[in-house]
């Protein structure tokens, strides 16, 4: 299933970015980690704050506050990275807080209009679950919209040269 969500019921990893939550496929993630040290490099993707090793891999960091909402990271001792496999290679999205993993029923999401639109269209609709409204994301879909995805990939070769 790996690249392609079924939308299904399925379990998704939910995360907080500014004061809303979204989720991605559980397939979709590798692991929760506490931030690290990011070095940065000339040059970046849109969006992009730098690399760090994970798992012994040079890993690039995807701040999505700055590419969901358009503001810069504010570090905080909640802020996580998210590891995420796109294709083979891993990337790390920087959240505000990993809140927790939940089953999502496919007959809580809704495919608003606007979710129609090329723009969006790394939404794949939003749960409606009690009281919570969370939004979910193709993690690869958003990255090939908000970053240059081909250059992300290409990251862990150009520093391990």
Same mark, same amino acid.
């Given at each position: 299933?790996?690249?392609? %969500?079924?939308?299904?019921?399925?379990?998704?990893?939910?995360?907080?970015?500014?004061?809303?939550?979204?989720?991605?496929?559980?397939?979709?993630?590798?692991?929760?980690?506490? =931030?690290?040290?990011?070095?940065?490099?000339?040059?970046?993707?849109?969006? &992009?704050?730098? $690399?760090?090793?994970?798992?012994?891999?040079?890993?690039?960091?995807? #701040?999505? @506050?700055?590419?969901?909402?358009?503001?810069?990271?504010?570090?905080?001792?909640?802020?996580?990275? %998210? !590891?995420?496999? &796109? *294709? #083979?290679?891993?990337?790390?999205?920087? +959240?505000?807080?990993?809140?927790? +993993?939940?089953?999502?029923?496919?007959?809580?999401?809704?495919?608003?209009? !606007?979710?129609?639109?090329?723009? &969006?269209?790394?939404?794949?609709?939003?749960?409606? =679950? #009690?009281? @919570?409204?969370?939004?979910? !994301?193709?993690? *690869?879909?958003?990255? *090939?919209?908000?970053?240059?995805?081909?250059?992300?990939?290409?990251?862990?070769? $150009?520093?391990?040269?």
């Amino acid at each position: 299933m790996q690249g392609q %969500i079924d939308m299904t019921d399925f379990k998704a990893l939910i995360f907080k970015v500014g004061e809303e939550e979204y989720g991605v496929h559980i397939n979709q993630v590798i692991s929760i980690e506490r =931030m690290q040290e990011i070095t940065s490099y000339p040059n970046r993707p849109a969006h &992009v704050l730098g $690399v760090t090793v994970m798992r012994e891999v040079v890993t690039p960091l995807v #701040d999505l @506050r700055s590419a969901l909402m358009g503001e810069a990271l504010v570090p905080s001792d909640s802020c996580r990275i %998210i !590891l995420v496999q &796109v *294709e #083979d290679k891993q990337i790390g999205l920087i +959240v505000d807080a990993a809140t927790d +993993v939940l089953d999502i029923k496919l007959d809580t999401i809704q495919h608003p209009n !606007l979710l129609d639109s090329k723009d &969006v269209s790394y939404l794949k609709g939003i749960s409606k =679950m #009690d009281d @919570r409204l969370i939004i979910l !994301l193709d993690i *690869e879909k958003l990255l *090939e919209k908000t970053t240059n995805i081909d250059e992300l990939k290409e990251i862990k070769e $150009v520093f391990q040269d």
